[in-house]
């Protein structure tokens, strides 16, 4: 998974509460997680140790 903030539709108004900002701060080259990665993000964020993933792909 490619995590691009700059293509995210609710970059800004999302990024207070979302995992990439919380654990690696403004990522501006955007993050990749490996299915591992993603896995413990995900248990992390269902046991509310941490904010889920925010990110909204545009489809255009």
């Given at each position: 998974m490619l995590i691009d903030c700059d293509s995210c539709m609710v970059r800004g108004t999302g990024c207070g509460d979302c995992v990439v900002s919380v654990l690696l701060g403004a990522a501006p080259d955007g993050v990749e997680?490996?299915?591992?990665?993603?896995?413990?993000?995900?248990?992390?964020?269902?046991?509310?140790?941490?904010?889920?993933?925010r990110l909204r792909r545009s489809t255009a």
């Open positions: 997680l490996d299915p591992a990665e993603q896995d413990a993000i995900d248990v992390l964020a269902r046991t509310g140790l941490v904010p889920p993933l």
